[in-house]
């Protein structure tokens, strides 16, 4: 089972992005996908989540109304939206699957990881 990241890099001040995390050899299905960042000096910070099952989105309050998380489970894929950019959001952004208990925005209770793609705005 892999996670793997896409769609991180260098953009403005009030501009947009689009992080993509895609799951291969995966055999079962995960009920939850998540969105963390670290910032330098920070711990790990879950930002967004989604029940696969269900659809429920999850976020932090830092994000919402600015970011979005979707999911197309045909591609395997979880995307997050990323609007109205500022410095702050400046972080290592990390895929997670496979929650353990459902504190989804939790980061100790996720199994698997994927590997991160930087966001830098500024």
């Known amino acids: 089972v892999q996670l793997v990241e896409s769609g991180g890099g260098s953009v403005q001040v009030g501009g947009t992005l689009r992080l993509s995390c895609t799951a291969s050899?995966?055999?079962?299905?995960?009920?939850?996908l998540a969105w963390f960042r670290q910032r330098p000096g920070k711990s790990r910070e879950g930002i967004a989540a989604i029940d696969t099952q269900s659809g429920s989105t999850y976020y932090a309050g830092s994000v919402k109304l600015r970011f979005a998380i979707s999911l197309d489970s045909a591609k395997r894929t979880v995307y997050l939206d990323m609007n109205s950019l500022s410095p702050e959001d400046t972080a290592v952004h990390y895929c997670?699957?496979?929650?353990?208990?459902?504190?989804?925005?939790?980061?100790?209770?996720?199994?698997?990881w994927g590997q991160g793609t930087q966001v830098t705005v500024s």
């Open positions: 997670a699957a496979d929650l353990r208990s459902w504190y989804p925005l939790t980061a100790a209770e996720y199994n698997i």
């Open positions: 050899g995966y055999t079962y299905s995960t009920n939850a």
